[in-house]
């Protein structure tokens, strides 16, 4: 499905709700350095993903447990191909992608960012065991 309204709180919220795999058809040479919030938003909800390889984001699919396929060169067969192997292991990259998820807030997400930058500012702020 492409969906190119504006993607507001609300018709983001759907638009993840009704997701089963999120392709992330970007240029390699780009993400190498960019990141995306797609993929994040992807991760932190348990959806499969496929990205770009040698990526930032192929990084985030191994960071998180490989909830996805990676494609090497952006052309639609490339990507297809790679799409085509998420949906024959997708109840793998689902299982991985639900687990992913479960521990996406113990590292990642506003919270966290916040309390590192506490920390920077004020190491006493750290959180005690």
Not at 3 to 25: K, N, Q, T, Y
Not at 71 to 98: E, G, M, N
Not at 101 to 116: D, P, R, Y
């Amino acid at each position: 499905m492409l969906d190119e309204r504006v993607a507001g709180r609300e018709i983001w919220h759907e638009l993840l709700s009704r997701a089963d795999l999120i392709v992330c058809p970007y240029d390699p040479v780009c993400f190498a350095a960019h990141y995306s919030a797609v993929a994040a938003e992807a991760i932190a909800n348990g959806i499969p993903l496929v990205v770009p390889a040698t990526t930032t984001l192929s990084r985030l699919l191994f960071d998180h447990g490989e909830p996805g396929t990676t494609f090497a060169v952006q052309t639609p067969s490339v990507i297809a191909d790679a799409v085509q192997q998420a949906l024959a292991q997708f109840d793998l990259l689902a299982d991985r992608a639900y687990r992913s998820a479960l521990q996406w807030g113990n590292s990642m997400g506003a919270a966290n960012m916040v309390g590192k930058m506490l920390e920077i500012v004020n190491p006493s702020v750290s959180k005690k065991s």
